[in-house]
Every structure is written in C-alpha cells, then in structure tokens.
C-alpha cells in the first residue's frame, strides 16, 4: 500500500493564480481531511469528508474547495492564490472505527 | 470554539535529559492522541488515550490522560537524538467524530 500521496511536493503560485492541491488514499478510508500548517499554530483543519460525495468545512475553508467523487481521491481547490495562503498542505485519512490519522508527506505552497 | 493548548511551544534539552510537553483542553475529550513530526516530515501518529487517569508506555515515552479528560502529558526519559522533532496532542471537535482540533506542537531539540 502507498498509504496516503500528495502531489505535487513543492509549488509556486502567483497571487490570482488557481491550482488544485492532489491527495489519494489507498486504504479505503471513509474519512479524509485537508489541513494547513504555519509555524506557531500546529494543524488547522480546511476541509474535511466522511464520505464520497459528502464534505464539511473546517476551521479556515475561505479560499478552498473540495469535492469526493470517489473514496480514494480528495482534491483541494484554490480558486485564486493569496500570499496568505502561503503554507504546507496536509492531507489526512482515516478508518471509519478509528480516530488515527494518516497524514500524506505534504505539499509546500509559496503564494507570490 | 473548543481550543487545545499546548505547553511549552520549544524545549532545548541536553542528550539524556528528560522532556514533558503539556497539553490542556477547554472541553472534556472523549479521547486525546499524541502524533509526532520529524523536521521536513508529516505527522505520525503515536497513541490514542481514551479513559480517564489512562498511563500508556511506549518504551521511554510515557503518555498519560487526566482524571477530568481535559489535559495530558507526553513525557520522554533520557532523550535520544532521534526524539528531535514537534509533538502534537489532539483531540475530536465534537465526541464521536473524527474531525480533529491539534495542539500548537512542541518543538524538541536535543544538544548532543
């Protein structure tokens, strides 16, 4: 099993510019999860599902989107880039019965 | 909104001293865990506490939940260089759900 991946590892945006964020799980998770990571402030919770074709905002969802068309794959969406989206991208999953997250290796967005 | 404070935010220690990292809860948690992120890494989970006054052990960290589940420590004896890294603490938004509310982190580092 590769677990949970992410792509792409690094990325530079210019502000406006929109892109989306890859992450696909291959344990059949039922719970995926988006979070972003500032220093100082641990792990903030963007966007979150508990199921295909169900999500929920978290803590900071201005700026993203997300959508779960399959079990596998969460994609986060940001429609127009702002320096203060500058950050790393997490992407967690997680089993039905359990409330251990598996985290991806991350994506690190700079937003110029 | 519920919050997860985490104490203290860096710790410097000596190889072979020991090392506790604090968190407290502004409501009662049905379960609490503990992750760790190596520099340049994600998080990996460790342990999930769930009663209360629960001890766990896991070789030279010692995890231990309060009788009121609204804080725990993680304590490390004799650190090691491996043990260089942040420590989060986490607990569920809402009881039964798998939304996740981390801690800021510790940040260990160890002079050699």
């Known amino acids: 099993n590769a677990g949970v991946t992410q792509t792409p590892k690094f990325q530079v945006l210019k502000t406006g510019q929109s892109m989306t964020l890859q992450c696909a799980q291959d344990m059949n998770h039922e719970y995926m999860s988006w979070y972003r990571q500032d220093p100082g402030m641990g792990l903030r919770l963007i966007h979150y599902?508990?199921?295909?074709?169900?999500?929920d905002q978290g803590e900071v969802p201005n700026g993203y989107n997300v959508s779960r068309s399959t079990t596998e794959d969460f994609p986060l969406r940001l429609l127009s880039a702002a320096p203060s989206q500058t950050s790393v991208y997490f992407c967690?999953?997680?089993?039905?019965?359990?409330?251990?997250?598996?985290f991806g290796p991350g994506t690190r967005l700079t937003v110029t | 909104g519920q919050q997860v404070m985490q104490i203290p935010q860096y710790q410097h220690v000596q190889e072979g001293e020991d090392f506790t990292t604090y968190c407290n809860s502004s409501?009662?948690?049905?379960?609490i865990q503990w992750y760790k992120q190596r520099p340049g890494g994600h998080p990996v989970f460790l342990i999930q506490l769930v009663k209360s006054g629960e001890v766990k052990k896991q070789k030279r960290l010692t995890f231990q939940f309060g009788e009121a589940k609204k804080n725990s420590s993680l304590h490390i004896t004799a650190t090691q260089t491996t043990d260089v890294g942040t420590y989060f603490c986490a607990g569920p938004r809402v009881q039964g759900a798998q939304k996740l509310v981390f801690g800021q982190g510790t940040r260990l580092t160890i002079n050699p």
């Open positions: 409501t009662t948690l049905s379960n």
């Open positions: 599902s508990v199921g295909a074709g169900i999500t």
């Open positions: 967690a999953s997680t089993h039905g019965s359990s409330y251990e997250q598996y």
